[in-house]
């Protein structure tokens, strides 16, 4: 099993910045790929961001250009930072680890951006 705490989130005006951290334990070792995804009021949980155990990444459409996935491996931690926040950035920020057999989730961080 693969645990997964997320940290950084809050409340910015529109156009400013925020980091948000997800720091692993566990079996990390067999982790294929590592996710942020977000959740609005009445909305499906979406893809913001992925990265790959090989270094790949992946970007929702909506925040190409604007956020970044990274990660510190002797941390143990995925980063997303997250630029130009815009009041539709509004959501619940989720960590996710895919392994073959199953995902784990992170339980979650609110970003608020207010215009």
């Known amino acids: 099993q693969v645990q997964l705490v997320e940290s950084g989130g809050g409340s910015v005006q529109a156009g400013g910045s925020l980091r948000l951290s997800c720091a692993a334990s566990?079996?990390?070792?067999?982790?294929?790929?590592m996710g942020w995804y977000r959740q609005a009021p009445g909305k499906q949980r979406e893809l913001v961001a992925a990265?790959?155990?090989?270094?790949?990444?992946n970007y929702a459409d909506s925040v190409k250009g604007r956020f970044t996935i990274s990660r510190d491996n002797a941390k143990n931690t995925v980063y997303l930072q997250m630029n130009s926040l815009k009041p539709e950035d509004t959501a619940v920020y989720y960590c996710?680890?895919?392994?073959?057999?199953?995902?784990?989730w992170g339980q979650g961080t609110q970003v608020t951006v207010s215009s």
């Open positions: 990265l790959t155990s090989g270094g790949s990444t």
């Open positions: 996710k680890a895919d392994r073959i057999f199953r995902s784990d």
């Open positions: 566990g079996s990390i070792f067999s982790i294929n790929v």
